[in-house]
């Protein structure tokens, strides 16, 4: 028989961004009773900031529905609007397909992709690049509605050229109507990551910072690995190590922030998310878990959570590994 006492203390790994114990065990135990109990309900502190659970096969619908009713608007009303584009997934096509049945003009839709990959010298990869999030994205949705009145110049990607002035180019286009946004891993937004390239001494600092491109930590690599683009094998050597991306103040400045919290591995319970979103969004804010100055928000900011992704953090002792 196995005695003895059944703790064993240790720092977690020293490349972990956040190194805060203390906050990880508070927000780790965090329930999904807990979690339920504050659905549909502002969040503590800020009242711009609504959360909600909802069942996982519901989860694709909220967004889809919102990409559709804000281009919908933007027809029927004769009105621009500016939308940041998160990774590129299946739901994109879908989102086509409707305009395409429903015939919806998309004359006054402007797309700016939230990101993309850069290699170790800082040069951002082409649109003809397959794994790119701009050829995804083109492929998905731009090159299927093209014929609805799309403009193929409203179709914003990051560049060598383009992300040094993206920020700005928001700016003059009166900031993002919409971003539709989800942590990663280290609890980057977009692709800001906890790294030096974004560290500054204040918080204000922090969040007027403009798109650029920058390193990526470890375990962004690490997810992407596991994504489609890469094989979903853990390929880390076919991941790029750099990204271009937004800044955290075009975050700030958008007129409003969708953010997603729902990724699984392959349609399975096993998330790498549980965690990180317990951090983004119940966590104290903090340049470690960028994807938290979402609740520093001053506009109205929806956060949704899919009930796998609320369940309780707890052992799996039977699976063990």
């Not at 392959?266 to 983004?280: D, E, F, H, I, N």
């Not at 799996?316 to 590994?321: H, N, S």
Request: proline share 7%; glycine share 6%; hydrophobic share 40%.
């Amino acid at each position: 028989m196995i005695q003895g006492p059944d703790t064993f203390t240790f720092k977690p790994a020293p490349f972990y961004p956040f190194t805060d114990t203390a906050e990880i065990d508070r927000v780790r135990a965090i329930t999904k009773e807990d979690l339920l109990a504050m659905s549909g309900k502002p969040l503590p502190g800020n009242t711009n900031l609504s959360f909600e659970v909802i069942r996982a096969e519901e989860f694709e619908m909220i967004m889809l529905t919102d990409m559709l009713k804000r281009i919908i608007d933007s027809d029927r009303y004769d009105q621009k609007v500016v939308m940041i584009m998160c990774n590129p997934c299946p739901t994109y096509r879908k989102v086509a397909y409707m305009l395409r049945e429903l015939g919806v003009n998309c004359r006054n839709v402007k797309f700016y992709m939230m990101d993309e990959w850069a290699d170790e010298d800082g040069n951002v990869a082409p649109l003809t690049y397959k794994a790119g999030f701009g050829n995804a994205f083109y492929r998905f949705m731009v090159s299927n509605i093209l014929d609805l009145g799309f403009k193929e110049e409203n179709f914003i990607y990051h560049s060598n050229k383009v992300t040094p002035d993206f920020s700005k180019m928001l700016e003059a286009d009166g900031e993002a109507d919409i971003v539709y946004s989800g942590p990663g891993w280290p609890g980057h937004l977009a692709f800001i990551d906890p790294v030096e390239d974004w560290f500054k001494p204040t918080m204000e600092e922090y969040c007027a910072q403009p798109a650029k491109v920058a390193a990526l930590h470890p375990l962004t690599i690490a997810q992407n690995s596991l994504h489609g683009s890469f094989g979903c094998s853990g390929d880390i050597a076919k991941v790029p190590p750099k990204g271009a991306m937004m800044g955290p103040r075009d975050a700030m400045k958008a007129k409003n922030v969708l953010d997603m919290h729902g990724i699984t591995t392959a349609g399975t319970k096993v998330t790498w998310q549980r965690l990180t979103s317990r951090l983004a969004i119940f966590g104290k804010p903090t340049q470690e878990v960028p994807a938290s100055i979402l609740q520093l928000r001053d506009k109205p900011t929806r956060i949704v959570m899919s009930d796998n992704l609320a369940a309780t953090i707890t052992p799996e002792d039977y699976f063990q590994y």
